[in-house]
């Protein structure tokens, strides 16, 4: 990768841990909430953060983004208003660098 896509990747990381934490509430999920986010989720995905639990899953981004966005706050309008164009884009158009997670473990 070059040195300028990796500069791209860096500011979209760092845009996004901003969006967690200029949040403009306290992340202070409910059991609802949780059992909410796990009915939209495919079924291994399912399986695998019920039996981790709730507690554990409000450590997950993908659990703290659905609570955010149910309140009103999406992360894509977040990067929208905080990133340029190129690197906007570049966010919708990104290749997947990991290995997808293993839910049946």
């Known amino acids: 990768m070059d040195k300028e896509l990796r500069d791209r990747y860096s500011r979209i990381g760092r845009t996004i841990c901003q969006y967690y934490s200029a949040a403009p509430w306290p ?28 507690p554990a899953c409000q450590a997950v981004n993908a ?11 999406y992360l894509k309008d977040y990067l929208r208003m905080h990133l340029n164009p190129q690197d906007y884009a570049i966010y919708f158009q ?8 293993n839910f049946t473990a």
Do not use: A, M, S
């Open 27 to 54: 992340f202070e999920p409910t059991d609802k909430d949780y059992r909410e986010w796990l009915k939209e989720l495919c079924p291994n995905e399912y399986t695998f953060y019920k039996k981790l639990g709730f």
């Open 63 to 73: 659990f703290r983004q659905h609570w955010l966005e149910r309140r009103g706050y």
């Open 94 to 101: 990104r290749p997947v660098f990991y290995e997808e997670p």
